[in-house]
């Protein structure tokens, strides 16, 4: 069965950085389109940067600079490297893919979800 284990996240100090890694279990194939997203309990879960199979990244304003999004798709798995971490980063993590197979659709449909990862950032 096809499942998103995620690893990484944790507490850390403003400044500090942290990498969170997601492995793509039973694929077959590379998923179209990896990606991170994070939730605040009570806001709207909020993209935070996406990858697609070929390499075309997209970053949240707020993460630009900071954040690195990378994919082995040899192994399957999705990193995010976070770096210069602040207060506001504190979230729960979550990785996705869209499962299709290919490149070139118009839209992404994250249709899989990992377990979700909890980063806290201290000032």
């Known amino acids: 069965q096809v499942r998103l284990v995620q690893s990484g996240g944790g507490s850390v100090q403003a400044g500090g950085s942290l990498r969170l890694s997601c492995a793509a279990r039973?694929?077959?194939?590379?998923?179209?389109?990896m990606g991170w997203f994070r939730q605040v309990p009570g806001k709207e879960r909020e993209e935070v940067a996406i990858i697609e199979n070929y390499g075309t990244t997209r970053y949240a304003d707020s993460v630009k600079g900071r954040f690195t999004i990378s994919r082995d798709n040899a192994k399957n798995t999705l990193y995010l490297q976070m770096n210069s971490l602040k207060p506001e980063d504190t979230a729960m993590y979550y990785c996705?893919?869209?499962?299709?197979?290919?490149?070139?659709?118009?839209?992404?449909?994250?249709?899989?979800w990992g377990q979700g990862t909890q980063v806290t950032v201290s000032s």
């Open positions: 039973a694929y077959t194939y590379s998923p179209y389109c």
């Open positions: 996705a893919a869209d499962s299709r197979d290919g490149s070139g659709y118009s839209d992404y449909v994250f249709d899989h």
